[in-house]
């Protein structure tokens, strides 16, 4: 199915059209192909450089467009992780860094108003950092409570997710600490 044309198709519709030509359904097409999903077919659209097209979207004005967008993000980020080592540095990290992805994801969580949306962009971020430091202490401090806040959500595909960025951040000391302050347990199921 990715080598069908159709995943070329979309991202040379998503990188290229003007932002206010992008619909919803273009973006809903291409999420599709990230859940459900696995981490081989993760790997194929990694090496489409989908994340930049996608980043790009977080500008759209449309809070559909800019959901679906991070959703899809985060999944890639999700089978990045889970696809490799999980004491290891997030495989798309530097990449993700190089061109402003990181900025891009923490400004879309203090933006917006939509809970999932909100949500999403802290576990991409607590994700992404695995076994990484954060270093801009706003952003450790705020997605970190953020995590912690909705630990016990009550779906069970977030709650599993915000584990998971959890413990990626608590690979690092730095942000261990921040984590476990007031007596937080750091989840290890």
Not at 80 to 108: D, M, R, V, W
């Amino acid at each position: 199915m990715i080598n069908s044309g159709i995943v070329d198709s979309l991202l040379k519709i998503l990188s290229t059209w003007e932002l206010d030509q992008i619909t919803q359904p273009y973006i809903k097409a291409f999420f599709r192909f990230t859940y459900p999903s696995c981490f081989e077919i993760i790997q194929q659209l990694h090496q489409k450089q989908s994340l930049p097209t996608l980043l790009r979207l977080l500008n759209h004005k449309d809070e559909d467009v800019i959901s679906d967008s991070i959703v899809s993000v985060n999944n890639i980020i999700y089978y990045g992780a889970i696809g490799t080592n999980s004491t290891s540095l997030h495989p798309y990290y530097q990449e993700i860094a190089q061109i402003g992805g990181i900025e891009k994801i923490f400004e879309q969580f203090r933006r917006t108003k939509h809970e999932d949306t909100k949500n999403i962009s802290a576990t991409c971020l607590g994700i992404v950092f695995r076994a990484r430091e954060m270093t801009d202490n706003e952003m450790k401090v705020e997605i970190i409570s953020h995590l912690k806040s909705i630990i016990n959500h009550q779906r069970e595909d977030i709650r599993k997710v915000v584990k998971l960025a959890l413990k990626c951040l608590a690979q690092n000391q730095a942000n261990r600490s921040e984590i476990v302050k007031d007596g937080f347990v750091v989840p290890d199921d």
